[in-house]
Nanobody
């Protein structure tokens, strides 16, 4: 059973930065495309960024292009999300999971709050 543990969230001011991490255990995830997703209060979970298994191809939601960068370290079974120029609308709980395939069980997520 795969376990996903997200970390790195916090409270930042508009324009600030955070780096999120997602550690996967229970299965080597190097063969899988991985993604970051977020859920704002009262809204459905949405796609934020995705990265192919090799790390050579990435995709971003239009709302975060140019501000967020996804990366991965397959040797550490970890995927990252560098978030710069944060905006209040980036507030939400951030999750990682497989991208483009059936999801693994969701982790607890990490809360990101951007104050104006």
């Amino acid at each position: 059973q795969v376990q996903l543990v997200e970390s790195g969230g916090g409270l930042v001011q508009t324009g600030g930065s955070l780096r999120l991490s997602c550690a996967a255990s229970g299965r080597t995830f190097s063969s899988y495309a991985m993604g970051w997703f977020r859920q704002a209060p009262g809204k459905e979970r949405e796609f934020v960024a995705g990265i192919r298994w090799s790390g050579g191809s990435t995709r971003y939601a239009d709302s975060v292009k140019g501000r967020f960068t996804i990366s991965r370290d397959n040797a550490k079974n970890t995927v990252y999300l560098q978030m710069n120029s944060l905006k209040p609308e980036d507030t939400g709980v951030y999750y990682c999971n497989r991208w483009g395939s059936d999801s693994w069980p969701w982790g607890q997520g990490t809360q990101v709050t951007v104050s104006s």
